[in-house]
């Protein structure tokens, strides 16, 4: 068991629910694309949490990838639409912020569509609190040619959760997802 800012990475993994009506639910609503990464589902970033019937409605979970993300309304439209189709009328979509989402919410899967999609994945987890020694920063591959020649070109990528990098050995330029 791994301790991560989101608590434990078992605990983490994906909280897809028992009940049929609700797991059914949940199947429709984690066929929703990212708007920004349209490769990735939201249940692929982590983004959808839970599912279920609340008061005979289709009630559905999501957390952003931070706080000011501005694909969650496109998302939760995305999502009511979907329920909606799938026979789920006037289905709600909560929001919440806590716990924080974090990048060891993603799926592996996930993480092979960032990488073939040209965007390096978030690598390695993130820690509960930081003591010891000073962490190191380490290469991030190129989902180009694979090379960990690569550098940071800027802190901040085409969104927010990316920071853009460039290969020196390829010289293309790539989004990193950080490790948030």
Not at 91 to 116: F, H, I, N, Y
């Amino acid at each position: 068991m791994i301790e991560t800012r989101g608590g434990t990475l078992e605990a983490q993994a994906r909280p897809r629910p028992s009940d049929a009506e609700a797991a059914r639910i949940w199947d429709v609503a984690a066929t929703v694309l990212d708007p920004e990464v349209p490769v990735l589902t939201i249940e692929d970033l982590g983004v959808l949490r839970s599912a279920e019937i609340v008061d005979g409605r289709a009630h559905v979970t999501i957390t952003p990838t931070y706080s000011g993300c501005p694909a969650m309304g496109a998302i939760r439209d995305d999502v009511v639409s979907a329920l909606d189709a799938a026979g789920y009328p006037e289905p709600q979509v909560e929001l919440v912020l806590s716990p924080a989402w974090t990048t060891d919410w993603m799926s592996a899967a996930g993480k092979r569509k960032l990488e073939e999609y040209g965007i390096a994945p978030p690598s390695g987890l993130t820690p509960v609190r930081r003591t010891g020694p000073t962490r190191l920063a380490l290469s991030v591959r190129c989902p180009q040619c694979g090379s960990l020649d690569t550098r940071e070109t800027s802190r901040f990528g085409s969104t927010s959760c990316k920071a853009l990098y460039a290969c020196n050995a390829c010289q293309e330029p790539f989004d990193y997802f950080k490790v948030l």
